[in-house]
């Protein structure tokens, strides 16, 4: 059985909102409470949320928290840094495998997150992909097509003018099977923005020979998450048209 892990500590920096976006409602529901009813549909042993400690008063004392695990990012140094945080106040319970959600994300499919847990019986680490002609700045994919393995995930700002051809792009959403969650901790920070990045664990992977899987989801709006301003106007006249 599968634990989630919703991470919820952004800054919204590209927003430029005054609240957390996670807070923002889409059809009068907002996008934590769209993301934390995915994960209970997913039926996991538990549902962890990692938080910036000034929006936990926004979760506190509601009923229909009860039962979930909030765990605080002190500072915001980056997706990798909230899931080391994470293992290491779990250190004293059993997990088996970890499922990784985030809380803009509210239109991902319970389909496509089931054919991630099949396929972690075959994989070390399972991610989530999707095809976009449109990429200006999201994570890609390299995928090896003959071997049916990830070769690596690119940060586009790092990419060459050939990777960024690249039309795979990472959605951040991924499985971690319990033999690799130590690895997590071997995730070193980044010399320029000094943060630690969660998509680093799959360059760690592959050197020591583990395996990474794919699942495509053709549901770009739902995959990529809301980022911008646009992303989000874009998201509620996708849930006019439902």
Request: aromatic share 8%.
């Amino acid at each position: 059985m599968h634990s989630v892990l919703i991470l919820a500590a952004g800054n919204s920096s590209r927003l430029k909102l005054k609240k957390s976006k996670i807070f923002l409602k889409l059809n009068n529901n907002s996008l934590i409470d769209q993301t934390i009813k995915l994960a209970k549909k997913t039926k996991p042993r538990d549902i962890n949320i990692v938080i910036k400690q000034t929006d936990f008063k926004k979760f506190r004392y509601k009923k229909k928290y009860s039962g979930i695990n909030f765990y605080f990012q002190k500072k915001p140094l980056g997706t990798g840094h909230a899931v080391m945080g994470f293992l290491k106040a779990k250190k004293k319970n059993v997990l088996n495998k970890v499922l990784i959600l985030y809380a803009d994300t509210p239109f991902l499919k319970l389909i496509k997150i089931n054919e991630m847990i099949k396929k972690s019986t075959n994989f070390d680490l399972v991610l989530l992909g999707f095809h976009t002609k449109k990429n200006k700045g999201l994570g890609l994919i390299k995928f090896d097509k003959k071997n049916n393995n990830v070769q690596k995930i690119i940060e586009y700002k790092n990419a060459t003018q050939k990777e960024k051809n690249i039309n795979l792009c990472n959605s951040g959403v991924m499985l971690l099977n319990q033999n690799i969650l130590n690895l997590v901790f071997k995730i070193k920070k980044n010399k320029l923005t000094k943060e630690y990045y969660l998509t680093d664990l799959a360059k760690i992977l592959q050197s020591k020979s583990f395996t990474i899987g794919l699942v495509k989801d053709k549901n770009v709006i739902g995959s990529r998450g809301i980022n911008t301003i646009n992303d989000f106007e874009i998201s509620k006249k996708v849930l006019l048209v439902k």
